[in-house]
T-cell receptor
Framework: EDKVVQSPLSLVVHEGDTVTLNCSYE??????LLWYKQEKKAPTFLFML????IEKKSGRLSSILDKKELFSILNITATQTGDSAVYLC????????????FGKGTLLTVNP | NAGVTQTPKFQVLKTGQSMTLQCAQD?????MYWYRQDPGMGLRLIYY???????DKGEVPNGYNVSRLNKREFSLRLESAAPSQTSVYFC???????????FGDGTRLSIL
């Protein structure tokens, strides 16, 4: 059975802190890993990673994938209260039939 | 600038009633998806349509049916609602199958 495990489940930090969110996975025929941010309503796409060791970066957010050790991290530097959200990791795998599995998410709270 | 539009936003049903959740996207995306999100369970894929004219089961398809009416629209039907189907339902679309997805704002469905 495919698994995607995110840690920690929740995290409280102060504005300006740097945080690292983790996503480990066990899937058949890995194809890609995606990160989403979910505030009150719809998840919004952050990054898609397919190749190991290549960092994706957008402003204060960055992410990297390690296909050998089967995990990804999402880093947020200089956190702001607007970064407070649930961060979701999803992995696409499968053979001839694709399969998508989401982790349960990490709830990040950034206090002023 | 609508993106993915879901209707209705809220609905209360009685056990045994039927209901269709509507989803439309205006981004000319090929692939569309239906998820449910429950506390502690994360997002789980119900059905997906990789391209117009095709639909496939996801992780939790039992009790649901879908119709890909055309490229823009993908509906989810509950034929005989059960309390276990109380959830928040999200529709999403992507340009390529299993690529970055754009989500609607969700439908909060309660079944009494």
């Amino acid at each position: 059975e495919d698994k995607v495990v995110q840690s920690p489940l929740s995290l409280v930090v102060h504005e300006g802190d740097t945080v690292t969110l983790n996503c480990s996975y066990e899937v058949t025929n890995f194809r890609s890993l995606l990160w989403y941010k979910q505030e009150k309503k719809a998840p919004t796409f952050l990054f898609m990673l397919t190749s190991s060791g290549i960092e994706k970066k957008s402003g204060r957010l960055s992410s990297i994938l390690d296909k050998k050790e089967l995990f990804s991290i999402l880093n947020i530097t200089a956190t702001q209260t607007g970064d407070s959200a649930v961060y979701l990791c999803a992995v696409v795998g499968g053979g001839s039939n694709y399969k998508l599995t989401f982790g349960k998410g990490t709830l990040l709270t950034v206090n002023p | 600038n609508a993106g993915v539009t879901q209707t209705p936003k809220f609905q209360v049903l009685k056990t045994g009633q039927s209901m269709t959740l509507q989803c439309a996207q205006d981004m000319n995306h090929n692939s569309m998806y239906w998820y449910r999100q429950d506390p502690g369970m994360g997002l789980r894929l119900i059905y997906y349509s990789a391209s117009e004219g095709t639909t496939d089961k996801g992780e939790v398809p039992n009790g649901y049916n879908v119709s890909r009416l055309n490229k823009r629209e993908f509906s989810l039907r509950l034929e005989s609602a059960a309390p276990s189907q109380t959830s928040v339902y999200f529709c999403a679309s992507s340009g390529e199958a299993w690529g970055p997805q754009h989500f609607g704002d969700g439908t909060r469905l309660s079944i009494l």
